[in-house]
């Protein structure tokens, strides 16, 4: 481990703000070669049939498909935010040029933004630093506007660290403004006044919290000469608002408040859905499966409706699916090379001889006589080619299906209490299960008048208008003309009907009848199953359930199993060593790879961390320091003997002599005590051992060597004890100096 390493460990551990920190392995591991070419990169169980070079491909790939969908993604949410986005700007420019005649004090304009993300306050931001352009009559005034760099608002962000009390947070704002200012030649106090003189814009103070204290009356005092406005991001809903329920009346009257709600974060994850995997024009690499949409709808319902932890999401998602080996097969089959000789080239390689017999395999089982797949490499990237192509054909069907089943069900007005939301229409529709949906969308829209069909099929007709890729138009060109033709019959009907069903024309009632078995034909047809197709799991995630220990993972159960039971955990390591390390290396692997599994109860294979833990979960609330280590000290000293006696032993039967009374003294005491109590004075577990074992045992050392041990020990105690210290599972108590207080209980072995 370098030095920087190190000291960045340090500096880490020093930090309060990280709640978990990961630790390097050492030099330990370093020192074995054939375990660090091993561990050198991510594993993966399926390494052994993958290109030597896929990880790096598919990292290149992944990369590619995430910048495109995430690009997508944000110009989804930035087209949502942008209404609210440009009403907080007109709104922060115009504050101090509509304001009321003859108020007693001036009002401080506040903007109070509900709801919402990230995105949309980068919006807010973004928009406020463009130049804004300022119409000067005067040499003068033209001169004073020289004052800001772009005559747009000079804005400072506020977060909850600068407000650890008045005076830090005036500091902040002070400070924030005065570092922007520019080539003004005059005194900071000076400032303020300039900016409002010059009508430099507006000074927006851009606020992430819900704390502004006092700070309200004191920047009111310097209205209008400080053009200061607030925006304030609040997460309290509009009515009550946090201001008016905390502040007082006094402190609210000299604010101007104007309230922006932004799109419910719900409806905004279900828009961005629908338009990333349901939109006919846009073809995302990766169709995500009712594994991954299903835990992000779990999620989106059950913990927080955040647009920013369903972006996480698709990421992870997308991530974990490139880890499949086939998945480099996504854009295009050239393996990272120029042409599809060259990919073939690499694939009757020997290096790439597992891969390839895995993806003939594969494509093997997707025809109905595996006699006729050509085990030619260039035919092979060929049948990839065209499964690729089979399967984006078939994920456009779907999602125009989708669109048409959307469309429908917006357009009509259902009785239904509980509607489903689009997020929800897709799982189902994955999974083979929107039968029911279809049936009652089709059974509503056999039941408009003619009013609502003329805005289902002018949808329609938009829908299939807009369709940019040629097949696609190809492929729903009957679709289109029945839709056209229905729309001219719906034309020349009388539309001035009643809006009743028993008022509706005959003529009304037939057409809206017969669309709605067209859409039931039409939509079975569209809503197909996405996995029954050659390698389709390269391009769909199918059921694959989502990785959701990366969403919430869980450090302090596993820290405790791995100290409570690391036996276990270290044959883990090994049978990792014995799946990653090639099998010609496997003899000069590490000595780890021979860890006993059945070592759980047996005190003398735990490491000293774990042994002071055991100790550490059998005592109270409160560890006695000095008893711990007598406990710590007894168990090591038993070890300590059972080790020398082991080593008698075997030297008694090389050189055989007193084979027999040495080992029927031996095994007269059984094994030590798996478990020894905190409270121990030092009791010696061998007493009543014959005079005779314990001169073969060498009891009698000399007091070099006995204090050694002793130190030995005292040393390994500390240093398990800052372990678990740096583990975090005990804390000083701050009134007994020889005590410590546990922070784990329940701990079960």
Request: net charge negative.
């Amino acid at each position: 481990m370098s030095a920087y390493a190190v000291a960045k460990e340090t500096s880490d551990l020093d930090d309060p703000t990280k709640s978990c920190i990961y630790i390097a392995p050492g030099d330990e591991l370093a020192n074995n070669e054939v375990e660090e070419d091993a561990l050198s990169g991510p594993y993966s169980p399926h390494d052994w049939r993958d290109l030597p070079d896929g990880y790096e491909l598919r990292m290149q790939a992944y990369k590619e498909a995430w910048t495109q969908c995430l690009r997508h993604m944000q110009s989804i949410i930035q087209a949502l935010h942008a209404p609210v986005a440009k009403e907080v700007v007109a709104q922060v420019k115009s504050a101090y040029m509509d304001t009321l005649p003859g108020l007693p004090y001036a009002e401080l304009p506040a903007m109070l933004v509900f709801g919402g993300s990230s995105g949309l306050y980068s919006d807010i931001i973004q928009q406020l630093e463009v130049s804004v352009e300022v119409e000067d009559d005067s040499a003068a005034d033209e001169a004073k506007s020289d004052i800001t760099a772009s005559d747009g608002a000079i804005m400072i962000h506020l977060y909850p660290g600068d407000f650890p009390n008045l005076t830090t947070a005036m500091k902040s704002i002070v400070t924030g403004f005065i570092d922007q200012s520019t080539g003004s030649g005059h005194s900071p106090c000076m400032r303020p006044r300039e900016w409002h003189e010059a009508q430099a814009g507006c000074v927006a103070c851009y606020l992430r919290y819900q704390r502004a204290g006092c700070l309200v009356q004191i920047t009111c005092l310097h209205i209008p000469e400080l053009p200061l406005v607030y925006i304030l991001a609040m997460s309290s809903p509009p009515s009550p608002s946090f201001l008016h329920t905390t502040y007082s009346r006094s402190t609210l009257a000299l604010l101007k408040i104007h309230k922006f709600s932004a799109p419910l974060n719900v409806e905004l994850i279900d828009e961005l859905v629908e338009k990333t995997f349901c939109d006919p024009n846009y073809e995302p690499a990766v169709m995500l499966g009712p594994g991954s949409l299903g835990f992000l709808a779990d999620f989106v319902s059950r913990h927080t409706a955040s647009v920013d932890a369903t972006l996480t999401i698709i990421q992870l998602a997308l991530m974990k699916h490139l880890a499949e080996p086939l998945t480099i097969f996504i854009e295009s089959s050239t393996l990272g090379l120029r042409n599809e000789r060259l990919a073939g080239q690499k694939l009757d390689q020997p290096e790439s001889q597992p891969f390839r017999d895995v993806l003939t395999s594969r494509l093997a089982r997707s025809t109905s006589n595996p006699d006729d797949i050509d085990e030619d490499a260039i035919s092979l990237l060929r049948s990839v080619n065209a499964a690729r192509d089979g399967f984006y054909r078939k994920l456009r069907t779907m999602r125009i299906g989708l669109s048409v089943m959307n469309i429908v069900r917006q357009a009509i007005e259902t009785e239904r209490e509980n509607e489903s939301s689009m997020l929800d229409t897709l799982i189902a529709a994955l999974r083979g299960r929107a039968n029911r949906d279809v049936r009652q969308l089709a059974t509503a829209l056999s039941k408009c008048n003619a009013q609502q069909l003329q805005i289902v099929l002018q949808k329609l007709q938009a829908l299939y208008d807009g369709l940019q890729d040629s097949d696609a138009r190809d492929a729903e060109m009957d679709a289109h003309v029945r839709v056209s033709e229905a729309l001219t019959e719906i034309a020349d009907t009388d539309n001035a009907s009643v809006d009743a069903e028993k008022g509706r024309d005959p003529l009304v009632a037939r057409l809206a009848k017969d669309l709605g078995e067209w859409l039931i034909g039409y939509l079975e047809k569209h809503l197909i199953r996405l996995d029954d197709g050659p390698l389709w799991d390269i391009w769909y995630t199918g059921s694959a359930p989502f990785p959701a220990e990366l969403i919430n993972p869980a450090p302090r159960p596993a820290l405790v199993s791995a100290l409570a039971h690391p036996n276990e955990h270290a044959a883990a390591y090994a049978r990792l060593l014995r799946m990653y390390i090639p099998q010609d290396k496997a003899e000069t692997g590490s000595a780890d790879q021979d860890v006993r599994e059945d070592e759980g109860e047996d005190e003398d294979g735990l490491p000293d961390t774990a042994l002071l833990f055991r100790r550490y979960a059998e005592a109270g609330r409160l560890v006695n320091v000095y008893d711990w280590f007598q406990s710590f000290a007894g168990a090591l000293d038993g070890r300590r003997r059972r080790e020398r006696r082991a080593a008698v032993t075997s030297s008694g039967n090389a050189h055989a002599h007193g084979v027999s009374g040495a080992v029927s003294n031996g095994k007269g005491k059984g094994r030590a005590r798996a478990h020894i109590p905190m409270e121990v004075d030092g009791a010696d577990e061998d007493a009543g051992r014959s005079e005779e074992e314990e001169s073969e045992l060498g009891e009698d050392e000399d007091e070099e060597v006995a204090e050694a041990w002793r130190i030995e020990v005292q040393v390994r105690f500390i240093r398990a004890l800052h372990e678990l210290d740096y583990l975090g599972v005990v804390k000083p108590t701050g009134r007994k100096a020889d005590h410590v207080v546990r922070t784990l209980y329940d701990v079960i072995y």
